[in-house]
């Protein structure tokens, strides 16, 4: 097996001869690939664990690395950004793990009671987790870096007024805003544009967290949340904001989604769309789906934009900020590495199982590596959309409204 894993990582070498690494083997030898100054090495606990992602593809890859039978030791991101090339190496995929990807398809639809349950299994896992690695205002999505020494906290902000600009939102409007998160977004709304918003979110922490900080700040009657799926919304609102959501909707029900937005909305109003994009219509990670994102699905620029289309929703201008989700994630990994001993802490008094805890830690590390490098890669894209419902020909000729101070 050792022969063949060598032989495998020989080519990958040759495809990729940009990126030199060594790879250490369980019978403690060393092989080293390439030429210049080794960016990580890979280790292989077990012959076992090496036979499998041999033809699991990145499910197993994921799941042997978090169960620490797979190391990596040096820059995660430089072995992560070489995945295309081994994809390429290793087509087929075993029926076991064919099998268990189809299934966790089947089950983690994003139906009605499926949306709740996904979305719990990743946003409440606890505010003091994300306390730890995100910015003060619990800011979950990319942020907007106007100046390249802004700090995560001001360029979340620079994101929100971003938006308000965009959505050209004003003193007494009233602003949905599906998939709040914690509430940022509508709290500077609230507080910096006079707009009166209502949030929808599944999360039960982040209701609570709304709810207790609507009262802190004396935002009732100006900020309201809705522990609600975003199908059940109701209201007809001036302004409509989705901000990292939309990748949780599913690809079949993402015309219902559309559907909602557009009865929701008023004639001509005005929506702004932030979500995550790819290149092309490639389904979802199968480990990403499984074990960090459930029943997620991230959409193609064509997709989101014939959804829009089918819907009668008019988009009329559309932003890639993919470089600012790199700078976003850049700061999220300094500080989930920086607290990572505090957040295995925080793993073990909930599980009562260290072993657990590090796998938990080891899983998102992955998870935050890999989405650098998706960006960093342009796999994936960040897409903001302005759109309209049906025609509005009182916009803007130019985008002087979005920049001029």
């Given amino acids: 097996m050792q022969e063949v894993i060598d032989a495998v990582l020989r080519k990958l070498s040759r495809l990729c001869p940009q990126t030199p690494f060594a790879a250490g083997f369980w019978d403690g030898s060393i092989n080293h690939y390439g030429d ?24 197993v890859f994921g799941e042997e690395y978090v169960a620490g039978n797979i190391d990596v030791a040096g820059d995660l991101q430089a072995m992560l950004g070489m995945y295309d090339c081994w994809q390429g190496l290793n087509k087929s995929i075993s029926l076991p793990v064919k099998v268990k990807i189809l299934w966790n398809r089947a089950f983690s639809r994003q139906t009605l009671a499926g949306s709740k349950k996904n979305v719990r299994r990743h946003y409440d896992i606890g505010n003091d987790f994300y306390s730890l690695w995100l910015d003060p205002l619990l800011t979950y999505s990319c942020a907007y870096f106007k100046n390249g020494n802004d700090d995560l906290e001001i360029a979340q902000n620079n994101k929100y007024d971003h938006i308000c600009r965009k959505l050209r939102l004003k003193k007494g409007e009233s602003l949905a805003d599906i998939g709040c998160g914690w509430g940022q977004m509508m709290f500077y709304a609230a507080k910096n544009y006079g ?3 209502t949030g929808y979110t599944l999360s039960e922490n982040q209701h609570d967290y709304i709810l207790e900080k609507i009262k802190k700040e004396g935002l009732e009657g100006k900020v309201s949340v809705c522990l609600q799926d975003y199908r059940k919304a109701k209201g007809s609102f001036d302004k409509f904001v989705s901000i990292g959501m939309f990748e949780h909707v599913g690809k079949r029900y993402q015309n219902k989604f559309f559907s909602t937005v557009k009865k929701i909305i008023k004639p001509g109003g005005i929506g702004l769309l932030h979500t995550i994009g790819k290149k092309d219509a490639r389904p979802t ?13 991230i959409p193609s620029l064509a997709q989101i934009a014939a959804g829009m289309a089918d819907a009668g929703l008019i988009y009329y201008d559309i932003e890639d900020l993919r470089l600012h989700y790199v700078k976003t994630l850049d700061f999220w990994i300094a500080n989930f590495e920086e607290n990572i001993s505090e957040i295995e802490k925080i793993m073990v008094l909930r599980s009562r199982d260290e072993r657990r805890a590090r796998q938990f830690t080891r899983m998102w590390r992955l998870y935050l590596n890999a989405s650098a490098v998706s960006f960093k890669n342009a796999g994936n894209r960040l897409y903001q959309i302005l759109f309209t419902n049906g025609a509005n020909n009182d916009l803007p000729l130019t985008r002087d409204y979005i920049y001029s101070i």
């Fill in 195 to 197: 707009a009166v918003c």
């Fill in 36 to 59: 210049g100054d080794e960016a990580f090495k890979i280790v292989f606990r077990s012959e076992a664990a090496a036979k499998k992602i041999l033809t699991g593809g990145s499910l």
């Fill in 285 to 297: 990670d199968p480990w990403i789906s499984r074990y960090i994102f459930p029943g997620g699905y």
